[in-house]
């Protein structure tokens, strides 16, 4: 039953660096979830939304009590072929919370302001500054002006 | 041992702006019910203070007559909005949520939807859900007024688009309409009080392709201010806008009619959560026992109760409401109450287009909308039809994890699939009318309860055939449209699960009391001073969004109380 009343050990985020990795690897020379640094952040914003804890204890649980990696000294010691293939089986075997932790992973990795800047977006809130738009322009209805009127008249 | 979660409200991240720390919970109340005179007996008791309660107050305010409303909710001070936080994605998602249950609010109350299609959506403060709407403002068309007449299907209304017609006016200039005249979908109405949104680049591309293919669009009617009105700001176009506005360039009924109707004499007593509307032995209402914020039990009296709580809450009250005189819930003899809910079907047709880039820069929605498959047409495979609203990108987060599609893939390409979508996206929303069907229900549930201990509402909703046939009508002409605008990747979500903004049909209005709960002018056939004035009172659904046409009922209604119920006033 996945649970969220236990703490995460440093064993724990061993693995998890090395999942946030796998989950969003990096891109050119930018690193990668994990290599962002991103572990701690993520466990801290676990605690304020339970939903989202009991996704990443059950992988974490999921994945110390997965035998074939235990047997090669846990999941960090696997090659990266064998450890996307025990996510994958994770992902099979627990849907939902595997779709908790990816939503984890996505809400620490997309609000990081290095992202945004690598991603080109603007890295404020939308307010106070908004966005510009280009001012009304009542000539893109010419087409559309020229319809005859369609509703279903009722009498 | 346990680690404690951090409790609402405090900083769970050093990513988390100062800002953060006062968002949600810690509400300033504006005017509070003891800086005002509560009279003992109120003329009109209105129950839920969203788009329709407030409407009501503003004109029986206006109209002399003493005005008392009980909102669960509190009043939100408009700067605290989660936009002008650096994480606003992740409030939307979780304190802000549009779904209450995941919001979980202790203004919320629970509501069980395991047996439906859709999730109601709904927010319980000061304004109702004209804080999170998008405030899309069209208008029902004269033929949703006559759909058995016309299409042989549900019921015709006991009232016409020209009765309501100079009430939408009166609607739109108290709530800031943005919009243009000449549309050939609708018939001629009065000049909007502002001119439309501009369209930006994507709603200016997207409405050339409709040109080629010639389809009907239109700019969006929007309750969104494209210039300053009445003190409040125009808009910047920041994006979201389903999370109230910080400059008030977004109409909410908590800047817009309350506080007229306040000045005017209404008095609105925040956190009173209703849990039964009382009546005297003849069977009449004599007022409202509520939850104080405390848990304590109040009674607020009065000669009329106006009940404007949404097509979920308002049901929900009425089945709270039983005694010896409605044994079955308070205007309850045709047993209507909580039958036909309607939601608005939505599918969700997302088109990326290498040749858009910044597809998140502007309103999230009121840009377009088409009406082309609006009217009944013989040659499809159903009756009735559906709207489609441009909708733009969303912002990085929300990209990422797909929205109303698949989120993008983690693993390898991961990147890649993020660059496709993000900036490049625009997504035809298609609203389908919903059609009234009697085992749709709203009805208490045995289990589960709010926080004061009432019974949750319980949803069971099944999509039915004709709507089925729409809504895939509707992706496969927002793929042609998309296909025309240029998009290289189409994705299509057949139904929203989460999209049920539109709460309707669940105490219907009718001449016939055994086929209806209301009549005309939104009074009981049961009980002459009970009123119901929301979405619950809607024979069909139409399909375009519904506020202003309740908003309209409502005002409707209030001129019939304030006109010819005199006898209600002390």
């Known amino acids: 039953m996945p649970t969220t009343d236990r ?17 969003i690897p990096p891109a050119d020379d930018f690193p990668g979830a994990g290599g962002l640094g991103l572990t701690e952040r993520l466990e801290r914003s676990s605690l304020r939304y339970g939903r989202l804890r009991s996704g990443l204890l059950a992988v974490l649980d999921a ?3 997965d035998m074939a990696s235990r047997v090669e000294g846990g999941f960090a010691a696997l090659d990266e072929e064998r450890q996307i293939a025990a996510l994958k089986t994770v992902e099979t075997n627990l849907p939902v919370q595997f779709g908790e932790f990816i939503e984890l992973v996505y809400e620490t990795y997309y609000t990081d302001s290095r992202v945004h800047e690598r991603i080109g977006w603007a890295g404020r809130p939308p307010q106070p500054e908004g966005f510009d738009l280009e001012p009304w322009d009542s000539s893109v209805l010419e087409n559309a002006r020229k319809r005859e009127p369609f509703w279903r008249e009722v009498s | 041992m346990t680690e404690a979660p951090i409790p609402f409200g405090q900083e769970p991240s050093e990513q988390r702006s100062e800002q953060a720390m006062v968002v949600a919970p810690q509400i300033t109340p504006v005017i509070t019910a003891e800086s005002q005179s509560i009279p003992d007996v109120a003329d009109v008791l209105i129950i839920g203070a969203g788009a329709a309660g407030a409407a009501v107050a503003w004109r029986l305010a206006q109209a002399g007559f003493s ?19 650096r994480n606003w994605e992740i409030l939307g998602r979780h304190e802000w949520n549009w779904d209450p249950n995941k919001r979980g609010r202790p203004d919320d109350y629970p509501v069980n939807d395991a047996e439906s299609a859709i999730t109601p959506l709904m927010f319980a403060a000061v304004g109702g859900s004209t804080i999170h709407w998008t405030a899309h403002a069209p208008r029902f068309h004269p033929s949703d007024f006559r759909v058995k007449t016309l299409d042989g299907v549900a019921d015709d209304w006991p009232i016409t688009y020209d009765d309501l017609d100079p009430y939408f006016d009166q609607n739109d200039m108290m709530m800031g309409c943005s919009g243009i005249n000449g549309d050939p979908a609708g018939p001629p109405r009065s000049e909007r009080p502002m001119p439309p949104i501009p369209l930006g680049e994507d709603g200016t591309h997207v409405a050339a392709a409709f040109d080629r293919l010639g389809w009907h669009w239109w700019p969006s009617d929007s309750y969104v201010n494209s210039e300053p009105y009445k003190g409040r700001d125009e808009c910047n176009y920041c994006g979201p806008l389903g999370f109230g506005c910080t400059r008030k360039a977004k109409s909410s009924t908590d800047l817009t009619y309350w506080p007229e109707a306040i000045r005017l004499g209404a008095v609105m007593k925040t956190y009173s959560r209703v849990s039964e509307i009382t009546v005297g032995p003849d069977g009449r209402a004599t007022g409202a026992n509520y939850f104080d914020r405390a848990g304590n039990v109040q009674h607020q009296a009065a000669r009329s ?18 005694s010896e005189a409605h044994p079955n819930g308070l205007i309850n003899s045709s047993g209507l109450v909580g039958r036909n809910l309607m939601f608005h079907p939505y599918t969700i047709t997302t088109g990326l287009i290498p040749g858009l880039s910044e597809t998140w820069k502007g309103p999230m929605g009121n840009i377009l909308m088409s009406q082309e498959f609006y009217e009944t047409d013989l040659r499809r495979d159903f009756v009735r039809g559906y709207a489609y609203q441009l909708n733009r990108g969303t912002g990085p987060l929300a990209t990422a994890l797909g929205g109303a599609h698949e989120p993008v893939g983690w693993g390898t390409g991961h990147h890649e699939d993020f660059a496709e979508r993000f900036g490049h996206s625009v997504t035809l929303a298609g609203i389908g009318e919903d059609l009234p069907e009697e085992h749709n229900t709203v009805t208490l549930d045995e289990q589960l309860t709010d926080s004061n201990g009432l019974p949750a509402p319980r949803i069971n909703y099944t999509l039915s055939e004709n709507s089925r046939r729409m809504m895939d009508h509707s992706i496969r002409s927002a793929t042609t449209v998309l ?9 299509a979500n057949p139904l929203l699960r989460e999209g049920g903004w539109h709460l309707m049909g669940t105490a219907r209005m009718g001449e016939d009391p055994e086929r209806s709960v209301v009549n005309q002018w939104c009074q009981a056939h049961d009980t002459d001073n009970v009123f119901v004035v929301d979405g619950s009172v809607f024979v069909t659904a139409g399909a375009v969004n519904p506020t202003p046409t309740l908003q309209a009922i409502a005002l409707r209604a209030a001129d019939y109380i304030a006109h010819e119920r005199d006898d209600l006033k002390r």
């Open chain 2, 67 to 85: 005005v008392v409303c009980l909102e669960q909710g509190q009043w939100i001070n408009p700067a605290l909005y989660p936009t002008k936080d």
């Open chain 1, 63 to 65: 994945m110390s009590l």
């Open chain 2, 305 to 322: 109760v106006v009940v404007a709580a949404n097509g979920v809450g308002t049901p929900r009250l009425l089945l709270m409401s039983k």
């Open chain 1, 7 to 23: 703490r995460i050990t440093d064993v724990d985020r061993v693995v998890l660096t090395r999942m946030l990795d796998l989950v």
């Open chain 2, 483 to 491: 296909e025309e605008a240029g998009a290289t990747r189409i994705m």
